[in-house]
């Protein structure tokens, strides 16, 4: 993008904005409106919600464990409210970009289970706040069957807040998200998430020039104890194990010294998976997602593999900020169990996607083998039908790192099983000598 001129920066409140809403808009766009006429900009944007009956309509009790029912700290939550202000993490050179004036509109879709209010409230309103408001088309809230019914009812009396009733699971219920979408750019947020200054821009500039990559902000942590909203490094990508575990990785050493920029795009083996931004005709030509996966776990191996394999790229962006609640456990209950539940979604996209190279997945994780995953013949003949390169490719186009990590008990096993092989045979050798000088019948 343009980088601003020093006289352009001074004020940006002729971006384009909502019709019927340009004043407030504009107001609320320009840095540099004192805070009291933002306070009241806000205000007028927000409608008529009544956000204090909102939030206190079900609020912890005293005594309760605050941490019972969502896995971090629902008191800290409750009382920071609907909204805060946070600090601007990026790179102080984010603020000197520029992006096309006439960047597509999307649908935000967040799906939720059982989410506390002030959590859910609070990603919805930094959406509203923080986002050019001509760049949102609607914001879609899909309820996966939450216990609070009252919730969606009061939510949908916030500007552009639509809803949809969905199947069970966060899987399909993304789908079902999308295929209500009418913007032509989908973009996916949990709901304990604040998006930060500026966050929607670079990822609609990125779809824009290229249809087929998959953009995702860097993800800054919300501390699950005191909701602290703490910087996360820009230097890092995901990777992953062998057992298709996600973790977070330091850009290779030589990537890193190639950026001489860094508000560059980073380009990364796979995305975490809850927080990104889509083209839709390009997720419904892709095969959305694997719809046999069940609840939650490995969707975003699939995605990743699929986007990388069959035609597209998966990016970071450093310009655009989304703080991000990382729990240490899941508040709700899996039918089958956690891990069964994983396991059976990440067989599923080894034996689709990973080919000859699936047998490290085994290897990492035998209790997989042998569990059910159910029929994967509707994905490998969308495999087929979109021509997709063999997992070999991505191993060493995008992620050759991995070969280099398999876990140490695989490398283990495998010498033990090679020395058992060549002791094996030693011994065999050993048995036919004997064999061939014993004499034989009748002599």
């Not at 205000?43 to 919600?49: D, K, Q």
């Not at 989908?186 to 500039?205: G, I, K, M, R, Y």
């Not at 997989?368 to 979109?386: C, N, P, T």
């Not at 283990?412 to 092989?421: F, K, P, V």
Request: proline share 6%; glycine share 6%.
């Amino acid at each position: 993008p343009r980088r601003l001129s020093r006289q352009e920066t001074r004020c940006c409140a002729g971006r384009r904005v909502w019709p019927g809403l340009a004043g407030v808009a504009a107001r609320w766009e320009c840095p540099h409106t004192p805070r009291r006429r933002y306070r009241a900009a806000r205000a007028e944007l927000l409608g008529a919600f009544d956000e204090q009956s909102y939030l206190q309509a079900k609020q912890l009790r005293p005594g309760d464990d605050p941490y019972r029912d969502h896995a971090f700290n629902l008191q800290e939550s409750e009382r920071l409210g609907g909204g805060r202000d946070i600090r601007d993490t990026r790179h102080y050179r984010c603020a000197a970009l520029n992006y096309d004036t006439d960047l597509p509109s999307t649908s935000i879709i967040i799906t939720f289970h059982n989410e506390a209010r002030s959590t859910l409230l609070r990603t919805i309103k930094s959406v509203l706040l923080r986002s050019p408001p001509s760049l949102i088309r609607e914001i879609i809230l899909i309820d996966d069957f939450s216990s609070d019914r009252e919730i969606i009812r009061l939510l949908l009396q916030l500007p552009l807040v639509g809803w949809c009733s969905a199947p069970p699971g966060l899987i399909r219920s993304r789908v079902r998200g999308a295929d209500s979408a009418s913007a032509s750019v989908l973009t996916f947020l949990d709901s304990h998430c604040e998006v930060n200054s500026a966050w929607l821009q670079p990822l609609l500039q990125r779809v824009k020039q290229d249809h087929t990559r998959v953009v995702s902000p860097i993800i800054d942590v919300i501390s699950l104890d005191n909701f602290a909203y703490l910087a996360a490094s820009a230097d890092l990508r995901g990777g992953f194990d062998w057992s298709l575990h996600f973790r977070w990785e330091q850009i290779p050493l030589e990537q890193k010294m190639a950026r001489s920029d860094p508000t560059q795009p980073i380009r990364t083996p796979v995305i975490a998976g809850g927080i990104f931004v889509m083209d839709k005709n390009w997720f419904n030509h892709l095969g959305q997602y694997d719809t046999h996966m069940d609840i939650w776990g490995g969707e975003n191996f699939e995605l990743s593999f699929r986007v990388w394999m069959c035609g597209g790229s998966l990016e970071i962006l450093p310009c655009s900020r989304v703080g991000h609640v990382f729990r240490k456990r899941h508040p709700y209950d899996f039918p089958e169990g956690n891990a069964l539940t994983y396991i059976r979604n990440t067989r599923r996209a080894a034996e689709v996607w990973m080919d000859e190279y699936k047998q490290y997945y085994y290897s990492a994780r035998p209790s997989a083998q042998g569990k059910a995953f159910g029929s994967i013949a509707e994905r490998l003949a969308l495999r087929r039908r979109l021509n997709c390169r063999p997992f070999r490719w991505y191993m060493e186009n995008v992620y050759p790192e991995l070969r280099y990590r398999v876990p140490v008990r695989i490398r283990t096993r495998t010498r033990t099983r090679t020395r058992q092989d060549s002791q094996q045979r030693a011994q065999n050798r050993q048995r036919q000598d004997r064999l061939s000088v014993r004499p034989g019948p009748g002599c």
